[in-house]
């Protein structure tokens, strides 16, 4: 009999320990699954928020300079060309880095600013030949050859330079990205 109450407290440090361990494991997994969900958040789902907060900045800085725009437009002469341009939004690019691993690859998404409704249409009508163009250059380029800001911004000129080569030399005025992710 004595053995059997020197046996029960065994047992309940044994249940203790179990449920001890139980519940780690519990918290190590939800700890796991809740870092994965906040990696898919930040790399998914943060840049298009981020681009959706440009793009109403954007949006609301084009509404102020067209009234600031309009408030000089009527001092100037009527007669006087207009020098904005319009902007055409580019699908999503996502390509595979020229690096010697393969392991890294681009997504960007990037506005063409043109000279005007004609550029805009020639640019909409030759899509398939400017996204072949980009998909060859982008993907040509190493993490280096885009890693910094000066790269980048080459990387811009030798885009509106390609792009002035399909539609005919001045009707893209420059590209502005408003993604760009590495990975």
Do not use: C
């Not at 997504?107 to 996204?131: G, I, Q, S």
Request: hydrophobic content about 45%; proline content about 3%; aromatic content about 6%.
């Amino acid at each position: 009999m004595a053995d059997k109450k020197a046996q029960a407290p065994e047992k309940e440090a044994k249940k203790k320990g179990g449920k001890l361990k139980l519940i780690i494991i519990l918290v190590l997994v939800l700890a796991v699954l809740g870092g994965g969900g906040f990696a898919a958040w930040k790399f998914y789902l943060q840049p298009k928020l981020a681009g959706d907060a440009a793009a109403g900045h954007e949006a609301s800085a084009e509404g102020e300079t067209a009234a600031a725009g309009k408030a000089e437009g009527e001092k100037k002469d009527a007669a006087a060309p207009a020098t904005g341009g319009q902007l055409v939004t580019l699908d999503a690019f996502v390509v595979n880095l020229s690096d010697p691993m393969g392991r890294r690859y681009l997504k960007t998404t990037m506005d063409v600013e043109v000279a005007d409704a004609a550029a805009a249409a020639a640019l909409t009508a030759a899509m398939p030949k400017v996204k072949d163009t980009l998909l060859l250059l982008l993907s040509s380029k190493t993490f280096e050859e885009i890693s910094s800001m000066d790269r980048k911004i080459e990387l811009k000129n030798q885009i509106v330079e390609r792009l002035n080569q399909i539609l005919g030399k001045g009707k893209v005025r420059n590209v502005y990205f408003t993604e760009f992710v590495v990975q």
